[in-house]
């Protein structure tokens, strides 16, 4: 199990920026269609462990069975995190590895899981 740590996030503008208490184990690179065209890898964590820390504009996009709040910057359009429930009622944020700015690029490994065939 990998060591809780507070991360740093930002959009590429740095409009918004945020922090997020987690390890960087459990990854998901996931083949939906949302997922793939936006080459997003994400890390779970519980809503609690997540602070906006530069709260500039989001604008949300909800596809599919409209559980998921993803959150993207208006002016530079990067989704840096979403807001959902876990099947347990837990409410959770995805945050997308990829926005974090405190950590190497590809310092994570990511499972490969078929979203598409939800």
Known sequence: MAET???AGSCHCGAVA????TGLEGLVECNCSHCLRKGLVL????RSSFRV???GPTTEYRFNAHKIAHQFCPTCGVQSFAYGTMP????TVA???RTLT??????WQAE??????F
């Open 5 to 7: 740590k507070t991360h």
């Open 18 to 21: 945020y922090e997020v208490d």
């Open 43 to 46: 890390a779970f964590a519980p």
């Open 53 to 55: 820390t530069r709260d």
């Open 88 to 91: 347990d009622g837990t409410e």
């Open 95 to 97: 945050v997308n590895v």
């Open 102 to 107: 405190d950590i190497a690029p590809w310092d």
């Open 112 to 117: 490969r899981v078929n979203g598409r065939d």
